[in-house]
């Protein structure tokens, strides 16, 4: 009768803390899960995907009203003979097609 007692007594609660633990856990993981995939990693992100559309929209418009009246399409500055960018962004943009190519 006493080694029952024990028995009974012991194992519901060991049991009921491994569960506590495992509860725990599982909800930490949960968030972080909830995070990464139904929401956004930060506020700069969602505002882009909720938005892409207008602000790809604008980026083209701006694109092409900047090679029409012969401006740098990367600033404001002179756009060179023939090309889309000032001196300076087509010196960047030589650099940028070199690490590209290799
Ligand atoms: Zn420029």
């Not at 139904?38 to 990693?41: H, P, T």
């Not at 023939?82 to 960018?85: A, R, V």
């Given at each position: 009768m006493p080694l029952l007692n024990l028995f009974k007594r012991k194992a519901p609660r060991t049991s009921k803390l491994k569960i506590k633990r495992k509860t725990r856990k599982t909800k930490a993981k949960k968030k972080t899960i909830k995070k990464t995939s139904?929401?956004?990693?930060n506020r700069f992100q969602k505002f882009y995907h909720l938005n892409k559309t207008r602000l790809n929209k604008e980026r083209r418009s701006k694109y092409k009203d900047h090679k029409k009246i012969g401006i740098c399409v990367r600033c404001k500055r002179k756009a060179l003979k023939?090309?889309?960018?000032c001196s300076y962004h087509r010196k960047k943009q030589a650099e940028y097609n070199k690490k590209r190519n290799k």
């Open positions: 139904k929401k956004f990693e023939g090309l889309t960018f």
